[in-house]
């Protein structure tokens, strides 16, 4: 099994930034896959931001440019650092971790962690 903890949500101005943190323990390997997906009000849970264990990066475009992801094995920690932070950003975050062979949605998951920008 694998756990999931993010932290770093919270109500920020737009323009401003956050950093998110995902910290996974449990039965880890350095060839999964982590993600960033975020879930607005209304909305169905949408793939912000990929990284493969290659350190290949892949956005979805609205935050291309404003949002990076990045990972430190020794820690277990995925990041997602978000700048120039939007209305539109809103969203419930969530960290998602999967093997190479489970498809994208699968995997384990964390338990969500509200950004909420103000205009």
């Known amino acids: 099994q694998v756990r999931l903890v993010e932290s770093g949500g919270g109500l920020v101005q737009a323009g401003g930034s956050l950093r998110l943190s995902c910290v996974a323990s449990g039965s880890i390997f350095r060839a999964d896959i982590m993600s960033w997906y975020r879930q607005a009000p209304g909305k169905q849970r949408e793939l912000v931001a990929v990284i493969f264990s290659g350190g290949v990066t892949n956005y979805e475009d609205s935050v291309k440019g404003r949002f990076t992801i990045s990972g430190d094995n020794d820690k277990n920690t995925v990041y997602l650092q978000m700048n120039s932070l939007k209305p539109e950003d809103t969203a419930v975050y969530y960290c998602?971790?999967?093997?190479?062979?489970?498809?994208?949605?699968?995997?384990?998951w964390g338990q969500g962690t509200q950004v909420t920008v103000s205009s």
């Open positions: 998602n971790r999967r093997n190479r062979f489970t498809a994208e949605g699968g995997g384990s």
